[in-house]
């Protein structure tokens, strides 16, 4: 569990409804420690699930707090709303990222802007679209809401992350955020940089993801999604639009989501996608994953301005 709002809240890695009383948790929380333990056939990734939910809620005054909205359990996290919230900035850019005075990188669109409009439609038809809210990202609102609905917020925000990441990259690096795919909606984003023109997808399920048969699987993912043939689609579709050939595509996770930094979307030789770390996107936009040589920055440039569109 890290604090995304895609996350699993308490309640739900311990199996109970959140107007489960003290008794009828602390009996949940035995009963999930007990089949999660290692010593005794269980997942350890599981398990530690387990015992950061009973951090969370375990003791009546955790359990206020956390029902309440505080973030505070959450090192380093600052509290309220305005986390989740836009504040004018990158979200989620670590410190040094924003106190660095250096040139950002070029940058076209707006990140995580189609994805938080769905999010708060959800967010509304969930609570009825005759009810005011009086601040949508309120982290007691949002906790409280179906899973599906939360999912929407992580997207955005991951988007918001990637795009942070890409904007500390510098000035030789120009990005496009969500492109319009036509029929296959949007693509992320386009990042330009001297290894290449990448299609990038950012997203967050809130739970562990695996490569499996050339697609990505987990147990968070929507019946029938993948993954994988959706960036395909979209990158295709903007390539199609704009004229200009994807050197690879990159889809974005969390990190506690994988195991390894990279991981190869079908044949080694000619990657159909890139699993990447967020931590790790720097490096292959940065050429390490990238085929040998650099493309001509200036000419593909100036051919996406032309043809590029947003959503």
């Not at 809620?57 to 305005?82: E, I, L, N």
């Not at 679209?129 to 990202?137: H, N, Q, S, T």
């Not at 490569?211 to 019946?223: C, D, I, Q, R, S």
């Not at 790790?280 to 040998?292: F, H, I, K, N």
Request: charged content about 30%; proline content about 7%.
């Amino acid at each position: 569990m890290t604090d995304s709002p895609a996350d699993a809240t308490p309640y739900e890695v311990l199996g109970v409804p959140a107007t489960a009383d003290d008794d009828e948790l602390r009996r949940a929380y035995r009963r999930a420690a007990r089949e999660t333990h290692p010593d005794l056939g269980g997942d350890a990734r599981r398990f530690r699930q387990v015992q950061i939910a009973w951090e969370r809620v375990g003791t009546p005054a955790a359990r206020r707090a956390y029902d309440a909205g505080s973030r505070a359990s959450t090192p380093g996290a600052p509290s309220g709303s305005s986390v989740w919230a836009r504040d004018g900035r990158d979200a989620y850019a670590p410190p040094a990222a924003r106190r660095d005075s250096r040139p950002r990188a070029r940058s076209h669109g707006h990140p995580g802007g189609r994805s938080r409009e769905v999010f708060l439609q959800a967010e509304r038809e969930w609570v009825g679209l005759g009810d005011p809210i009086e601040d949508p990202y309120d982290p007691a609102l949002v906790r409280s809401a179906p899973r599906h609905v939360r999912r929407l917020l992580g997207e955005a925000l991951a988007e918001e992350a990637t795009a942070s990441i890409i904007a500390g990259m510098g000035i030789g690096v120009t990005v496009w955020h969500d492109l319009d795919a036509g029929a296959e909606g949007k693509l992320d984003h386009a990042v330009l940089t001297p290894s290449g023109l990448w299609a990038v997808e950012s997203i967050d399920w809130g739970a562990p993801v695996r490569v499996e048969h050339g697609e990505v699987v987990g147990e968070t993912l929507a019946p029938g999604e993948r993954p994988v043939k959706e960036l395909v689609r979209a990158a295709r579709a903007v390539q199609k639009q704009t004229r200009v050939k994807f050197t690879g595509r990159l889809m974005v996770v969390p990190d506690a989501a994988v195991d390894e930094d990279v991981q190869v979307v079908g044949p080694a030789r000619k990657p159909t996608a890139l699993v990447v770390r967020r931590s790790a996107l720097g490096q292959v936009l940065g050429g390490l994953w990238s085929p040998e040589g650099s493309v001509d920055v200036f000419e593909i440039r100036d051919r996406m301005q032309q043809a590029v569109r947003f959503v």
